[in-house]
């Protein structure tokens, strides 16, 4: 009964010392990510290699100029193409185990993107500086798309608002009955004259006046409103606007329209505060930057994206001013009542 034990016992130790000094060839996959057969896996990652790259001169070259494929650059902002580049990078060197020369290629490639697509979104969001004392002649300004109620009842956000003490605020996406009556306004900023509500927009100044001037349309992708202010003896103009989120539609029509509008007034002090569901590195604002001035690029400080909260990674929310007006400070604030950050700032109006 032992014999066959025996000759199995042999057999093995034949074959270590028949094995013994040979080279070990490289494990290989049985089995591929997700249970993916090895052949279909590296189709596979091939494809979303390419997807990823394709994404990267596209958001490099084009941005939104081409309407039919603008959603690419507006749903790729540099840290959403990193995490698949990083995904990428693990799925080579985990399936793959020792690489060949190509896929090793590709992998360091994938690596460095990676990379620079973290770096980039860390250098464009991050901004660290001295903020400036305040000034009896700096205003202060915050803008909010407080998100349609949805997030928090009126009150909280109203209470919130109370707190920034703010010389103007200037709200988007402001809807439900309750707000719809100046009444309420007047209940919950006894110190601020606020304009009627129209378009879900509404401006309120403390201790001065607004009035507007003009409303309107843009192109069919969202809406503006012009308030004239007076505010301690200066007078100065507020151009707000909602544009619509719709990813599969370039914003260049809406933007050129609003720029328009703000041309029309460029002998006047003016801020153009909004929620444009735009980067600011779109190819729309181009010719904005040679006669406006970004208050984030001016005198940011701290972490710019807005939306979505709790983990923005977006700047679609906007703060310019022409000639007329100096920023003095910036910054994005945090909050539980939207899905936006509030986004503030103290500037003069020079003349």
Not at 70 to 98: D, K, Q, S
Not at 294 to 308: I, L
Request: proline share 7%.
């Amino acid at each position: 009964m032992t014999e066959p034990k025996n000759d199995v016992i042999g057999a093995e130790k034949n074959e270590r010392v028949i094995g013994a000094g040979l080279p070990t060839p490289p494990k290989q996959p049985t089995e591929g990510l997700l249970f993916v057969c090895p052949p279909v896996q590296t189709r596979l990652y091939w494809i979303c290699n390419s997807a990823l790259w394709l994404c990267l001169l596209h958001n490099l070259i084009l941005r939104d100029s081409f309407s039919p494929v603008a959603f690419v650059y507006y749903a790729t902002p540099p840290i959403v193409l990193a995490i698949p580049a990083i995904f990428l990078a693990w799925w080579e060197r985990r399936w793959h185990g020792t690489l060949t020369n190509r896929a090793s290629a590709v992998h360091r490639a994938t690596t460095a993107l990676a990379i620079l697509c973290l770096l980039d979104w860390g250098w464009s969001s991050f901004r660290s500086g001295s903020i400036p004392p305040h000034s009896p002649s700096d205003m202060k300004l915050t803008f909010w798309n407080t998100g349609r109620g949805e997030f928090a009842n009126w009150d909280a956000i109203t209470a919130e608002l109370q707190k920034t003490n703010e010389d103007v605020i200037a709200l988007a996406e402001v809807t439900g009955r309750e707000v719809q009556s100046q009444a309420f306004w007047k209940e919950h900023f006894p110190e601020y004259t606020a304009a009627s509500l129209r378009e879900n927009l509404i401006v309120l100044v403390k201790d001065g006046d607004v009035e507007e001037l003009d409303h309107g349309d843009l192109a069919g992708g969202g809406c503006y409103r012009l308030f004239a202010i007076n505010l301690r003896g200066e007078r100065f103009q507020i151009l707000l606007a909602d544009l619509a989120s719709n990813p599969f539609r370039s914003r260049q029509s809406p933007l050129n329209r609003l720029f328009e509008v703000l041309q029309k007034n460029q002998n006047i002090p003016t801020l153009v505060v909004g929620d444009f569901n735009t980067p600011p590195t779109s190819i729309c604002f181009d010719k904005w930057k040679s006669h406006l001035t970004r208050a984030w690029d001016a005198a940011g400080t701290g972490y710019e994206p807005t939306w979505p909260q709790p983990l923005p990674i977006l700047a679609i929310d906007h703060l310019w001013g022409n000639q007329h007006i100096t920023f003095r400070h910036c910054r994005a604030e945090w909050s539980r009542c939207s899905d936006h950050r509030r986004l503030g700032a103290d500037f003069r109006v020079c003349h």
